[in-house]
């Protein structure tokens, strides 16, 4: 038997994956012909997925250079009647803003679909945004899965359903959804393949002021036809108790918490339950229902109060005399769990909880404080590493010669090289958005007479870091702007971009250079360094904060992950540095305290180096006062 | 039928504790049992906490352990064992690796490192019983390094208590690696599984 894949077409066959790949067999199914994304983490598995099997399956996915482009990709297919996904984390979303808030007036020909990937607590993002509000603005309707099969399903639905109503869809995915693992039955794969066809059509298509009057009402059309559909989805299910008093409206994966809860609590029979697999428009007729069965009603979310405020007014305007829950028992930070729907709905039936959690949180407090502090840390060999260094030795010789108080500033942006904000590099004043660095810097030249040198990597600078180094040649700021080359998106999984060479389906192409566009844009000062050869780099930096304007700096090194794996392939040796102890100076730990790589490790008072861990970068040896650091 | 039955598995970024979810999901789904599962990859993936949480059962719906409801955790590492207390009750049996990875902000003294005493007074207090193996050496024992994931599987089984049948989990073990690796693995599987037995006898 061929084994079953991602990609078999095996309808009633179970299959054990991620999340993320359940989304995208959702999309394969549907037939999806056009996909494309930028990576973020919870949601770049989907692209993964999709691109390994695009040439098998006659589909077109690409890794656009930001998410605005990769939503106009999927807009324009869709446009051209063929079906197509865009694919993005919560805040990428903000950057496909702009043609998301027309594309809902234009509609929708061939499905369309915006996955949007949240995430609560913030797992690997910067903030916790809930972009069930982007999609109110736009009139989008939003399905949210509670389980991995239903992200699957909904994901092959939404196509049907945006064709059928003609509107754009949101698949709203979140982490513990993205990245959770279960199994899934397998449905039918659809072949059909579609021939884009662009059909003239002005009033629909350009975007004057008259054709957004002409089309706002449409749209609202639409989307009442979606408000009235959504009650007899199978998504959205109301299952009501003889004589309940307590109604749980659970929205998403809430609802997995909630049948958790109530199990736990043994009070199945006692509670109505309205699951919500479309938060907007939410099912008016259904939740009517529940509300007028009820006393009171307990609005399961995650995030914002979302659907809780809807349900307030529904029952406003429909004068039930129900009392409305939610964020008042339920947090509006993280995620929720079996747990907190337990406590609340325990709360709410005074009955008592299962398990005796003050003493599980009594023990988890004294235990927090013997804990060590683990974060994340840049890889032994991460070319980052040198390259913060490098920067940190070059703005301060140039500050000191500013004056004692001045203190150079270092705006950071976010990519690996965000994990040296931690000591011993502390290597980020600053990070708030893709690019932000660049910008940010633009910013800090208006009001502060201290060096700056921000930072970002290769891929956020075709992302959004070319505009704000436009910025800041047109207005003269006096910026050093480092471009961490690693030839990657590594934090997000090592995707391709346009600094690779290869595309999302691993075609050759043309390979960009972050140097000739800085040049281009007419910056002066413009070097590229070899991050390794830390003396080297240090001097460039420092010549670049000295250069009057702004000026740019490419420090250069494939990632050492990607690098071992290449090594690995050429079946070439990685010679592993060592310490000589009759050298090292027990006491200085300079090596670890500048570096902090992970290779490095203290055995009692010796320094030593593990030599699995060890890729031969070489800098701890530059850095070593008592050249006590030797290859092996 | 299996109603629950929830293993959570706690290391560092690197040890493999994706790699060994994804083998007993699997495993799980060729004996025909419901599985539910999730992680927390993120960054955590350089270095940092990692954790993966194995949910099997026909009354199993959310991706996570409920507080206090963990049947067997797996610490890959003993501090991060430590780190995941909450979800253990007096029900629990837990499996811990004593080999250590010290996190770096130990050696810069921004954190200490427990010691092995404090670990198993806190841990003794929160679950039922506590199984202790050096998972590094056996894995090298086994002919591989890299095989303490798989120690730690075969450790797991050696409960006694999974759902899932020995001879699937091994099966999933030969295919999931080359065939010059399979044996190596088997080798740290059985390894880990009497160790393990002989420990809860
Ligand atoms: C708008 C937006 N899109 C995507 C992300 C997710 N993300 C975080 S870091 C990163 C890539 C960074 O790549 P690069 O700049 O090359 O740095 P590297 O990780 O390779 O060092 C991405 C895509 C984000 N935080 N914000
Ligand atoms: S994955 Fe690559 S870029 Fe990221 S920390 Fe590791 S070596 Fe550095
Ligand atoms: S040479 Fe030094 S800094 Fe580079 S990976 Fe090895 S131990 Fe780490």
């Given at each position: 038997m061929k084994e079953l894949t991602i990609?078999?077409?095996?309808?009633g066959q179970r299959l054990f994956v991620l999340g993320n790949e359940a989304i995208a067999r959702g999309a394969i199914e549907a037939g999806v012909q056009v996909a494309a994304a930028y990576p973020g983490t919870p949601s770049s598995e989907i692209t993964e997925t999709l691109a390994a099997v695009a040439k098998e399956l006659d589909m077109y996915v690409e890794w656009s250079t930001n998410e605005k482009v990769a939503f106009e990709v999927a807009l324009a297919a869709s446009i051209c009647g063929v079906r197509a996904l865009a694919s993005m984390k919560h805040v990428g979303v903000n950057v496909a803003h702009d043609p998301l808030m027309t594309a809902s007036y234009i509609g929708a020909k061939g499905g369309l679909v915006l996955l949007s990937a949240d995430d609560p607590w913030a797992w690997s993002s910067q903030n916790e945004q809930d972009n069930r509000y982007i999609a109110e603005q736009g009139y989008i309707p939003v399905l949210e899965p509670s389980s991995v099969q239903e992200a699957k399903d909904m994901m092959a639905d939404a196509f049907k359903l945006s064709e059928q109503f003609r509107q754009l869809f949101m698949l709203r995915s979140v982490t513990r959804i993205g990245h959770a693992r279960s199994d899934i039955t397998l449905g039918e794969i659809s072949r059909e393949r579609r021939k884009g066809q662009f059909i003239k059509d002005r009033t629909r298509l350009v975007y004057t002021p008259r054709e957004a009057r002409i089309n706002k009402p449409l749209m609202l059309e639409r989307f009442e036809k979606i408000k009235k559909a959504v009650n007899t989805l199978p998504y959205n299910q109301l299952k009501l108790a003889d004589g309940a008093k307590l109604g749980i409206i659970a929205c998403g994966l809430s609802y997995s918490y909630t049948l958790e809860a109530v199990k736990w609590l043994e009070i199945e029979d006692r509670v109505s339950i309205l699951k919500i697999g479309t938060p907007h428009p939410l099912p008016e007729e259904l939740v009517i229902k529940l509300l007028k069965s009820v006393k009171e009603v307990l609005v399961a979310e995650e995030l914002d109060p979302f659907v809780e405020l809807h349900v307030k007014a529904i029952a406003g305007e429909h004068n039930i005399p129900v009392k409305i829950h939610g964020k008042d028992l339920l947090p509006r930070i993280g995620e929720l769990s079996a747990r907190k729907v337990t406590e609340a709905v325990a709360r709410l039936t005074k009955t008592k909880t299962p398990v005796d959690f003050a003493s599980i949180d009594k023990l988890e407090q004294e235990t927090a404080p013997l804990l060590p502090w683990r974060p994340p840390a840049l890889c032994p060999g991460c070319p980052h590493r040198a390259s913060h260094y490098a920067i940190r030795v070059a703005s301060r010789r140039v500050a000191r010669d500013l004056g004692k108080e001045v203190e150079a500033i270092y705006p950071g942006d976010i990519g690996c090289y965000a994990l040296g904000y931690n000591p011993p590099q502390e290597a980020s004043d600053t990070i708030i958005c893709m690019g932000g660095s660049f910008g940010i810097a633009n910013g800090l030249a208006r009001v502060v007479d201290a060096p700056i040198v921000a930072h970002l990597g290769d891929s956020t600078f075709f992302h959004s870091g070319i505009p704000p180094l436009v910025n800041a040649v047109y207005n003269k700021a006096n910026i050093t702007m480092m471009i961490l080359d690693n030839?990657?998106?590594?934090?997000?999984?090592f995707q391709p971009h346009p600094g690779t060479g290869y595309t999302a389906m691993g075609d050759e192409t043309v390979l960009l250079k972050p140097e000739d566009i800085a040049r281009a844009c007419g910056v002066k000062f413009v070097e590229v360094v070899d991050p390794f050869n830390l003396k080297e780099a240090a001097e460039t930096i420092e010549k670049a904060i000295r250069f009057e304007g702004p000026a740019v700096v490419v420090s250069r090194r494939l990632c050492a992950i990607i690098d071992q794996r290449e090594r690995k392939k050429r079946k070439e040796e990685t010679i592993p540095y060592r310490v000589d102890q009759d050298k090292c100076n027990r006491k200085c730990n300079a090596c670890i305290e500048l570096l902090g790589c992970p290779a490095i490790i203290k055995e009692g008072t010796k320094t030593v180096i593990d030599s699995s861990l060890c890729?031969?970068?070489g800098i701890c040896a530059q850095v070593c006062p008592y050249k006590a650091i030797v290859p092996e | 039928m299996v109603k629950e039955f929830n293993i959570l598995i706690t290391g560092v970024g690197g040890q493999g504790v994706i790699l060994m979810s994804e083998l007993l999901g699997r495993a799980a789904v060729t004996d025909k049992l419901r599985v539910r599962g999730s992680e927390i990859l993120g960054m955590a993936v350089r270095g940092g906490s990692v954790t993966s949480a194995i949910r099997i059962g026909e009354e199993v719906y959310g991706p996570l352990i409920p507080t206090g409801k963990c049947n067997t955790l797996v610490g890959m590492e003993p501090s991060e064992a430590l780190r995941n207390i909450a979800c253990l009750s007096k029900s629990s049996l837990v499996i811990i690796n004593t080999a250590v990875t010290t996190p770096f902000t130990v050696f810069i003294g921004e954190s200490n490192y427990p010691s092995p005493e404090e670990i198993l007074e806190k841990l003794g207090k929160a679950s039922g019983r506590i199984v202790q193996l050096d998972a590094a050496k056996t894995a090298q024992d086994a002919g591989?390094?890299?095989a303490i994931n798989i120690v730690m599987l075969g450790a797991l089984f050696g409960t006694g208590q999974l759902p899932i049948k020995i001879d699937t989990i091994k099966e999933t073990i030969r295919e999931r690696f080359p065939a010059k690796l399979a044996p190596v693995n088997i080798r740290a599987f059985d390894l880990g599984y009497e160790t393990c037995r002989q420990a809860v006898k």
């Open positions: 990609s078999s077409d095996a309808p030839s990657a998106t590594a934090m997000t999984g890729t031969g970068c | 591989s390094r890299l």
